[in-house]
């Protein structure tokens, strides 16, 4: 969450997907009541320190790292919280004032807070604990809403532990003192909800969830035979394909298989964000893969799909929407599909909040290719990046002389126009000349992509710095060549 959206979310007000709480110094016990109430319906942010009307008082800054502390602490106590929950709030400032950002996703379970039951009604966190008919329709809800909650009769001996240690390991690597680092496989299974009790059966046991991200193969396609990834590359040969990997395992391995199928005939040029260089390619695949592994309906029979054409990529997935149409970034309200798995997605680092990766893939696909992303929501979820010429032709089993004189001629990379300019300046030039060296017609783009740049960092100086907008303005080395 930028500060723009957090400001925009505040102007907002309360609602029944946002709270505000004055704590101001200390965490008071009506946050965890709301943190209850959000799991247990449709998720939602928590913004520490404002008032209920939206007046930004602020954290006394010395207070700050006690009360995500103490709060971490507290979410993780299965005696507090039950089950436990993973959350961290994240410190913002808006108009100088700290405040505290609390993320809670929607709950695969039933959450508790010292064995009460809260649930979500507009702007008011409201205690349903003695109303027996609330309570049977919240446990309906959960057991109802999410096929991978469905209880299995398989054991632990059924899923496969180095996938298990794959995990602890990962949450370990982002986070030092992670929970699942000193857990047992099975008290981690729990910890993830991955281990539940079917009331109706009177049964407990792994779920679909767990053998989903767990399991050998053999299990899975014992439980779930409709399970595939379908990964194609279709350049050449439009009417099959040029290249292909049919996966069937499980949600880890999955997910490497896509990445590195991507990642081989996609190209990957130089991106700059900010001052350092990103891999804008990665970063898509990273969330349209990890959106379409942890937000699919593993009920249906739909084979999953990720193609990469001349001119976009697509994935295509079973979905229980909740809308139709074209979402836009503006007004998409994020609902989780399978909380289990997004939940061990996030801990191991292969997802972040819900929401995010809509946010991230447009930005990316904007530095990637120019274009925008496209998610069409409908029983089949529809994720579409458009693509250069240059994002097929570079590599891939179809790669020709020519395609890479051809790629050549019209890739240049930031870091060889940089040198380009300064080579070209080691005698003064005009912008429109520097410009036109490089090959380039828009003037004003040219200049904050690669003339402000050299500016900041001194390498390029101006003739006459005392007066930026002079027509007689020229640009001249600053550095030996």
């Known amino acids: 969450m930028t500060e723009a959206e957090l400001l925009t979310l505040i102007h907002g007000g309360e609602n029944i997907c946002v709270e505000f709480k004055k704590s101001t110094n200390d965490i008071t016990k009506d946050v965890y009541d709301t943190v209850c109430a959000f799991s247990n319906r449709n998720g939602g942010t928590i913004v520490l320190g404002i008032k209920d009307n939206g007046e930004i008082l602020g954290i006394c800054p010395d207070a700050v790292e006690r009360m995500k502390k103490d709060f971490v602490t507290s979410i993780n106590n299965g005696l507090k919280i039950n089950p436990p929950l993973y959350l961290q709030p994240e410190t913002y400032l808006v108009d100088g004032c700290i405040l505290l950002v609390i993320q809670v996703p929607v709950g695969s379970q039933v959450c508790r807070h010292h064995g009460r039951i809260f649930d979500r009604n507009h702007e008011s966190d ?128 999955t997910y490497d298989r896509l990445i590195a199928f991507g990642q081989k005939h996609l190209s990957d040029p130089f991106v700059q964000e900010g001052i350092h260089s990103v891999s804008a390619r990665d970063k898509i695949l990273r969330e349209i893969f990890s959106n379409s592994l942890a937000h699919r309906d593993y009920s249906s029979g739909y084979v999953a799909k990720f193609v990469i054409e001349r001119n976009r990529l697509f994935t295509e997935n079973a979905n229980r929407s909740h809308g139709h ?131 900041d960092n001194q390498t390029l100086k101006m003739t006459i710095p005392d007066k930026p907008n002079s027509r007689n303005q020229k640009y001249i080395t600053n550095m030996p060549i």
């Open 126 to 253: 409201i205690d349903i604990t003695d109303n027996s008919d609330l309570v049977y329709q919240l446990y309906a809800r959960k057991s109802g809403s999410y096929f991978v909650n469905k209880v299995t009769r398989f054991q632990l001996c059924d899923l496969r532990s180095d996938l298990i240690e794959r995990a602890r390991m990962m949450t370990a690597s982002r986070t030092a003192n992670h929970p699942w680092k000193s857990m047992s496989d099975e008290e981690l299974l729990r910890s993830a909800g991955l281990i539940l009790k079917d009331q109706e059966k009177q049964i407990e046991g792994i779920t679909l969830a767990a053998i989903l991200l767990f399991g050998k193969d053999t299990t899975i396609m014992s439980v779930l035979p409709q399970h595939k990834t379908d990964a194609i590359f279709r350049i050449e040969n439009l009417d099959r394909y040029d290249d292909r990997d049919v996966i069937i395992t499980n949600l880890l391995e």
């Open 325 to 455: 149409g074209t979402l836009h970034l503006s007004a998409f309200e994020p609902y989780a599909k399978n909380p289990p798995i997004s939940k061990v997605f996030r801990e191991i680092g292969l997802a972040d909040e819900l929401g995010s990766g809509m946010r991230n893939t447009y930005k990316y696909t904007q530095l990637y290719s120019g274009g925008m992303p496209e998610f069409i929501e409908d029983d089949v979820f529809r994720t579409i990046i458009p693509l250069t010429s240059v994002a097929v032709e570079k590599i891939g089993p179809c790669e020709k002389t020519q395609v890479k004189t051809q790629v050549k001629t019209q890739v240049k990379t930031q870091v060889t126009i940089y040198d380009e300019i300064l080579a070209f300046c080691l005698e003064p030039h005009s912008k429109a000349e520097i410009a036109k060296h490089c090959g380039y017609k828009n003037t004003k783009n040219f200049t904050l992509k690669y003339i402000r740049p050299l500016l």
